[in-house]
């Protein structure tokens, strides 16, 4: 009887926190304004290329695949987005605003806390993805006519909750040992802006952008397909990036050909009129850029988690 009466103080306790971090995300004016963008966002993704074509008075051509491999619609920075306003509160701004003393000096460990703040972030995060995703399914359904593969959405939307997953870590760790939610939010944009620049300066002029593969955010660059001619100056294959921001595609590219391959550059300013040159670097398989990007994943997540539950665990909290 004590088990089960613990086992059901414990579910009750989790719930409860749960439910008053799900309550307090759907106020967030700013959870509600980055939904209404990333709507805007996946409407540009619908509407753009064939507005676009009727200006060059180009037919809509169908397109059986877009669906799946569009998914949500959002680009990488929407990912960050969500990571950010989902969680740079959850813990910081407890503290910054007093209710973490009644919280943590009621019965309830803080593991339970803690649990129940993230479970409610990803709920939240989750259920805007889906909305997404239903959105670009019927948009892409009307636009470009019956769609193949619709399982791959579920592929696309895990992978995207992935991603997310790793910066909604970083800001949580960020918040957690801050207690700051304004600190929290600037190094996650600070962390944010520098990797994706620091991953375009290595992946176009070092031959050292694959250390960007074990780094959260874009990663290298590279391109599908097997490397052309030295002196090519146009990209003319698939951009493909090979970091945590882009799983749900490289996911979705995989299933769909499981032999494709990812060249990686460098761009050199030769003299003798060549001008601009790609230099090929080496190629490698998709599946093990996949490999490593779920794994690199996995790995960010809860390394940053176990900073932001201990940084919690420790917290001195006087009533």
């Known amino acids: 009887m004590t088990k089960k009466k613990s086992h059901a103080s414990w579910t009750t306790s989790f719930l409860a926190v749960v439910r008053y971090e799900l309550l307090w995300n759907i106020r967030k ?119 193949n593969n619709l399982h791959l959405v579920i592929v696309n939307l895990l992978g995207a909750i992935l991603s997310t997953a790793v910066w909604m870590s970083i800001v949580l760790a960020a918040g957690s040992v801050s207690k700051s939610s304004m600190l929290a939010a600037l190094l996650g944009i600070g962390v944010w802006f520098g990797l994706n620049i620091a991953s375009g300066i290595l992946s176009a002029f070092s031959e050292q952008a694959w250390v960007m593969t074990y780094a959260p955010g874009s990663g290298a660059s590279g391109t599908l397909g097997p490397p052309g001619p030295i002196n090519q100056t146009v990209v003319l294959n698939e951009g493909v990036s090979t970091g945590t921001d882009s799983i749900s595609t490289n996911l979705v590219t995989y299933i769909l050909n499981s032999t494709a391959e990812v060249t990686f550059f460098k761009i050199e300013l030769r003299g003798g009129g060549q001008g601009i040159i790609r230099v090929p670097l080496n190629t490698e398989p998709l599946a093990t850029i ?27 909290v006087a009533e």
Request: aromatic residues 14%.
């Open 29 to 147: 004016k700013k959870i509600i304004g980055v939904l209404i963008l990333a709507f805007a966002l996946a409407s540009l993704t619908l509407v753009l290329p064939v507005v676009l074509r009727n200006i060059n008075n180009l037919p809509t051509e169908s397109n059986p695949d877009y669906v799946a491999v569009t998914g949500t619609g959002l680009p990488a920075f929407g990912f960050f987005l969500f990571a950010l306003v989902s969680v740079m509160n959850s813990i910081s701004g407890e503290f910054e605003s007093g209710a973490i003393i009644p919280l943590l000096t009621k019965p309830v460990s803080r593991t339970t806390v803690y649990l129940g703040k993230i479970t409610a972030a990803f709920v939240t995060v989750v259920g805007a993805y889906i909305l997404l995703t239903i959105y670009i399914a019927v948009g892409g359904f009307l636009i470009y006519g019956p769609q």
């Open 290 to 316: 996949v490999a490593k990007s779920i794994a690199v994943a996995f790995v960010y997540i809860m390394i940053f988690n176990f900073i932001a539950w201990y940084a919690l665990k420790r917290t001195q």
